[in-house]
């Protein structure tokens, strides 16, 4: 007995993108069949070394392609470990992947449906984009009773009990009538060794009374010679593995020798993945050994910085039975990977040697590398030395901690940074008017991680790295400017300490503004406020709030104007354009103004008063 069950939200919004939306390559669907074939077999061939047995009665793993021109019909089958009604539900019926509605909103709304089945990573629902009808039969390995899921990928699926009598999948797609393409051998033929060809298992395309017919090569791609693979082949397999369709920004494929032996076919795409910042995100690397499939959620294989890497890490030298809790254990996969990522660093080292290949990556997957910074303190400096950043240097190229070095001024022994939401704002914080006009570099940082990889990368080759509210060097400047005097200017002090005590823990002067009137920044050594506006952000508890400091610049014509103004008995004014000027600093800190009525309401006064000065003259 079946029940209309219909698809979670997620999957409704997803189907609706793909079944009205036009693909120049709607053969991807097939591609993506057999890819999940694939990983189904791998899935129970792995099962079976951990339950000798299981699958003695199977047959040998392959997937067979059975087409019918009469009924327009295409079957995908697979002898793999199947699922049960609960998978069914799971796998085809919903998505558990957080942020997944957001992402098919943004897809949608930005009219952008090219490549959205790979970076989705739900290859199944493609197969809507060729049949009107899907019917799954399915039984999981391990298990008696088998399931049929249908559905015509508009108003939700049935699932009812089935028979069948070994493990595995039989995928029927009942196929739109512009899609009798898909039941032609030739057609088919041509798709499979062109796509998936390097598929391990015998992909066997069924005849009928004319018998069957293995049509790929199945040799796992990694093992061959890299001179006997071409361009094509590297890439088909890259989407094989990822489910991505662009073209990847770098593919590394190499054997290592040693104490250790294990073959590497690794890929860094040319576009981030929607979820790469998601923290229950999946590992990208799947581990075989001897060519074997053992798992894709071994988390210690590669480091999380490096996440987006792609690809296979097959090793001879690793027990094949091992499971997976003592494989996360194991020693030798501590080698593997530090022998991974080295590599990887060294061919990203080449390659950053060109800018504008190199910024392709940067700004791809810049943020989360970064993070390896903080996280990777065996491989700190070099990840420093491939990462790059913005500087007041330069407002078009990003630069390196190597070349900010280059270019550092003749006795400044300090790589100086500031943090903040984003450049334009942080250009304009009056804290760097005093380097600006020293001709003193400084890195301005914008990601979330910034704030935490300069705790331990305190020094790169010799150079401190500070944060100019941090400065020890001398930033007094030559000026042919009057200053306030200095007795009414600790009255000012004095006053403002005071009347801002709840909002600033200290007035001071400083010899580091230039044009300002005003800056604020913390107590050397404490949370910058990008920091503590980051946490509040995400509800963090910042109990060792920093102390805030407003300075003033002595030379400025308001500051020297509110000094002598402490004489005055009436202070109203005074007041006023104090408190004006405070939240002058907090907006150049990207910081929230106490009294945005209070603010808006001065600022039109004087704007006024000022116009009608100006006529009246």
């Known amino acids: 007995m079946s029940r209309k069950q219909k698809f979670k939200t997620e ?85 558990a992947k957080s942020g997944t509605a957001d992402f098919v909103n943004n897809a949608k709304d930005n009219g952008s449906v090219v490549d959205l089945i790979g970076k989705f990573g739900v290859g199944f629902y493609s197969a809507f984009m060729v049949a009107n009808k899907v019917e799954v039969i399915t039984k999981r390995a391990g298990e008696t009773q088998a399931y049929k899921w249908i559905s015509n990928g508009v108003d939700g699926f049935e699932i009812e009990e089935a028979e069948r009598s070994k493990f595995g999948t039989d995928i029927k797609l009942y196929l739109k009538d512009d899609a009798k393409d898909y039941t032609d051998t030739v057609y088919l033929r041509h798709i499979i060794r062109t796509y998936s060809d390097h598929i391990s298992y015998p992909i066997v395309l069924d005849l009928g009374k004319a018998g069957e017919e293995t049509v790929n090569t199945g040799q796992a791609l990694w093992t061959k010679n890299k001179a006997d693979i071409t361009e094509e082949q590297y890439n088909e397999f890259y989407h094989h593995i990822s489910h991505n369709f662009d ?218 790295v500070k944060h100019i509210s941090s400065a020890d060097l001398d930033l007094k400047m030559e000026r042919d400017a009057p200053r306030a005097d200095e007795g009414s200017l600790k009255r000012l002090t004095d006053y403002l300490a005071e009347l801002f005590k709840n909002e600033v823990g200290k007035v001071t002067v400083t010899e580091k503004l230039t044009k300002s009137p005003v800056s604020l920044t913390v107590e050397n050594g404490q949370m910058s406020i990008h920091l503590e506006r980051l946490m509040r952000n995400h509800q963090q508890q910042t109990a060792f709030a920093s102390t805030r400091i407003l300075e003033l610049n002595p030379y400025h014509p308001l500051i020297i104007k509110l000094a002598d103004s402490m004489f005055d008995t009436d202070k109203t004014q005074v007041e006023t354009v104090a408190k004006l000027l405070l939240d002058q600093a907090k907006i150049s800190e990207g910081e929230a103004i106490s009294d945005s009525s209070f603010f808006a309401e001065k600022i039109s006064d004087y704007i006024l008063r000022g116009w009608e000065e100006n006529k009246s003259a």
């Open 11 to 95: 999957v409704s919004k997803l189907l609706d993108i793909v079944i009205n939306s036009l693909y120049s390559e709607k053969y991807i669907f097939l591609r993506e069949l057999i890819s999940n074939a694939s990983d189904a077999c791998d899935k129970l061939r792995y099962y079976a070394l951990m339950n000798p047995g299981i699958a003695k009665d199977n047959g040998e793993f392959k997937i067979t392609i059975t087409p019918n021109s009469e009924e327009n019909t295409l079957i995908i089958s697979d002898n793999g470990i199947g699922m049960n009604k609960d998978d069914l539900i799971n796998h085809l019926g919903t998505i």
């Open 247 to 464: 073209t990847p920004w770098m593919r590394l494929h190499f054997k290592a020798e040693g104490s250790i032996e294990y073959t590497g076919l690794l890929y860094i795409p040319s576009e981030a993945p929607y979820d790469l910042f998601q923290p229950d995100r999946s590992q990208s690397l799947k581990l075989y050994v001897n060519r074997v499939f053992i798992t894709d959620k071994l988390d210690d294989l590669m480091p999380a910085y490096l996440r987006f890497v792609k690809g296979i890490i097959d090793s001879a030298d690793l027990p094949l039975n091992i499971s997976r809790e003592m494989l996360q254990q194991n020693v030798l996969i501590a080698k593997i990977r530090n022998g991974v990522v080295s590599r990887l660093l060294k061919e990203l080292k080449k390659r950053s040697e060109n800018y504008d290949d190199y910024m392709k990556f940067w700004k791809a997957f810049g943020t989360a590398f970064k993070e390896g910074i903080y996280e990777d303190a065996l491989n700190r400096v070099e990840i420093a030395e491939l990462s790059r950043f913005y500087s007041t240097n330069s407002t078009e190229k990003l630069t390196s901690l190597d070349e900010y070095i280059s270019r550092v001024k003749e006795g400044q022994t300090t790589i100086y940074y500031m943090t903040g939401d984003d450049i334009p704002t942080m250009r304009n914080n009056p804290q760097l008017e005093a380097f600006n006009a020293k001709g003193i570099e400084v890195l301005l940082l914008t990601d979330p991680i910034d704030e935490f990889w300069v705790q331990v990368l305190t020094n790169f080759k010799g150079y401190p």
